[in-house]
């Protein structure tokens, strides 16, 4: 059975910091490519970055220099660091791990940028 699980989000001020993680379990993790997604209120749900087993790494634009991705194969773990943080960055943050045309989804951690 595959899981992934978010932690890490929370309520945030902004020009603030959060890491998140995402811990996978039930597939082979270091051939899947994981990506952190985020979906705001009444918005589609849309890409923040994603890493490959070897490390390469792709942004959205407007997170490029805020936003760090990185994965530890020996933890199934894959982080995203947030920093300078900004109130539109307010967001359901979901990990994703996909492999060919399979792909799974975690539940979801919700961040709150607020002063």
């Known amino acids: 059975q595959v899981q992934l699980v978010e932690s890490g989000g929370g309520l945030v001020q902004p020009g603030g910091s959060l890491r998140l993680s995402c811990i996978a379990s039930g597939i082979g993790f270091s051939g899947y490519v994981m990506g952190w997604y985020r979906q705001a209120p009444g918005k589609q749900r849309e890409l923040v970055a994603n890493?490959?087993?070897?490390?390469?790494?792709n942004y959205a634009d407007s997170m490029k220099g805020r936003f760090t991705i990185s994965r530890d194969n020996a933890k199934n773990t894959v982080y995203l660091q947030m920093n300078s943080l900004k109130p539109e960055d307010t967001a359901v943050y979901y990990c994703?791990?996909?492999?060919?045309?399979?792909?799974?989804w975690g539940q979801g951690t919700q961040v709150t940028v607020s002063s």
């Open positions: 890493i490959t087993g070897g490390d390469i790494t």
């Open positions: 994703k791990a996909v492999w060919g045309l399979a792909g799974f």
